[in-house]
């Protein structure tokens, strides 16, 4: 498993902000979008109205933190009518299945989305199994999945 989908805190904590955000008329403020392309994960993060110089990415351990702060554009003497987008700083956390390659992350930021990449390490790849039939003879080689490296247990293909 390349992202861990459940951490009973994080999802209470998750639970409790949404609840404020509504309360609020407000989503989250880094709503994400995670998924595996080929041989890595994906994460997409809105950040718009972000200055690039603001975020920060840091990985520690199998955590992924991704902070950034908006700041507001108002002036002096503004009279505020509506007043619904989120300001100030704004953290997320992703916490990582051990199957990544978390030495070469790559990020990058574009149209207020700041797009982070993360290679599914080499053990974690599927990989070839020659099986030996007989007194050694060889047999083609099949796939299988390298589950010892994730944690996973083991698993079957048909």
């Known amino acids: 498993m390349v992202l861990m989908r459940f951490d009973p805190f994080r999802e209470s904590e998750r639970i409790a902000d949404q609840a404020w955000a509504a309360l609020r008329g407000r989503g989250p403020a880094m709503?994400?979008?995670?998924?595996?392309?080929?041989?890595?994960?994906?994460?997409?993060?809105?950040?718009?109205?972000?200055?690039?110089?603001s975020v920060d990415l840091t990985v520690e351990k199998n955590v992924l933190t991704?902070?950034?702060?908006?700041?507001?554009?108002?002036?002096?003497?503004?009279?505020?009518?509506?007043?619904?987008?989120?300001?100030g700083r704004f953290s997320r956390q992703?916490?990582?299945?051990?199957?990544?390659?978390?030495?070469?992350?790559?990020?990058s930021y574009e149209h207020g989305v700041l797009t982070v990449r993360i290679p599914v390490a080499e053990q974690a790849k599927p990989r070839k199994v020659d099986i030996a039939v007989g007194a050694g003879s060889k047999r083609a080689p099949i796939e299988a999945e390298a589950t010892a490296a994730t944690g996973d247990g083991v698993s079957s293909a048909a």
Request: charged share 40%; no cysteine; proline share 7%.
């Open 94 to 107: 992703l916490f990582l299945g051990e199957g990544l390659d978390i030495d070469r992350v790559t990020a």
């Open 31 to 53: 709503p994400l979008d995670a998924y595996r392309h080929d041989e890595e994960l994906v994460v997409d993060l809105d950040l718009p109205g972000i200055d690039p110089e």
């Open 66 to 87: 991704v902070t950034a702060e908006r700041l507001e554009r108002r002036n002096e003497g503004d009279e505020v009518l509506v007043s619904e987008r989120p300001y």
